[in-house]
């Protein structure tokens, strides 16, 4: 009996070195992000949270902390924040967080887990850049942003021909995290070929199976969406672009 609990408290204890090791790989990547996406003017000033999974059952993220100013974004200031697990929220089932381990984590956490758990996502990453946010405000009327016809299209994971039609949705945006991780669920849910969605007037959250393709899709989006905006803005100034119906949601 005393063989199996020691051989139990062993096991456990290589566990956690080892996601302590994870944690550390996760949390030197993610300040390095921080730093260049700050440097490519995506997340200037404290905007933006980056996130990768360190562990699921129950869900657990490396995250940017509240207030943290990307430009000088080290490994020791990502927190690790873990999912209280499904709570009901009326009859919608919704993430909480462990409160002990959150108290500086991004206010955006939720919505993190959210994508992380939606998507079975490895890494979420979500940037203010000038056209995201300026795109976003365009084209919320139309709740999203169609994107076809472009070479770097194929940059998002599964995409092989510059063909194909990416629908960015645009969600409301909101300080009740609660609420908007509620609308970010249920947009998943509609557009699950999505790789993305706009906050608007705020910003883009994409994500990927792991931080390299996550990046990845954050730069292959903001390319995109400068290439839309500085298009459009050529042709119509000041006023909101139509869509092509067949690229209506
Ligand atoms: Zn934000």
């Known amino acids: 009996m005393r063989s199996h609990t020691t051989a139990r408290r062993a096991a456990r204890s290589s566990a956690d070195s080892a996601e302590r090791r994870t944690f550390r790989q996760l ?53 690790k924040v873990e999912a209280g697990g499904a709570a009901h929220n009326g009859s919608r089932r919704s993430l909480r967080l462990q409160k002990k381990s959150s108290e500086t984590a991004s206010a955006e956490t939720l919505l993190h887990l959210t994508v992380a758990q939606a998507c079975g996502a490895g890494a979420v990453l979500h940037t203010h850049s000038i056209w995201g946010t300026v795109l976003s405000s365009q084209y919320a009327s139309q709740g999203g942003i169609a994107i076809a016809g472009y070479e770097m299209l194929k940059g998002l994971a599964g995409v092989r021909t510059h063909e194909h039609r990416e629908w960015l949705p645009i969600l409301e945006n909101s300080q009740d995290m609660a609420a908007l991780a509620d609308s970010v669920r249920r947009a998943l849910e509609k557009h699950p070929a999505s790789h993305g969605f706009l906050l608007r007037g705020h910003g883009l959250y994409t994500w990927g199976r792991d931080l390299v393709e996550a990046k990845r899709h954050v730069e292959i989006l903001e390319f995109l969406l ?24």
């Open 27 to 79: 949390a030197a990547s993610l300040a390095a992000i921080g730093r260049e996406f700050h440097s490519r003017g995506w997340a200037l000033g404290t905007s933006g949270n980056f996130s990768a999974v360190v562990g699921r059952n129950p869900l657990r993220l490396a995250i940017t902390p509240t207030g943290a100013d990307k430009s000088i974004l080290t490994p020791a200031a990502i927190l």
């Open 226 to 249: 400068e290439v839309v905006g500085r298009r459009f803005s050529e042709v119509s100034v000041g006023s909101v672009p139509s869509v092509p119906s067949e690229f209506s949601a």
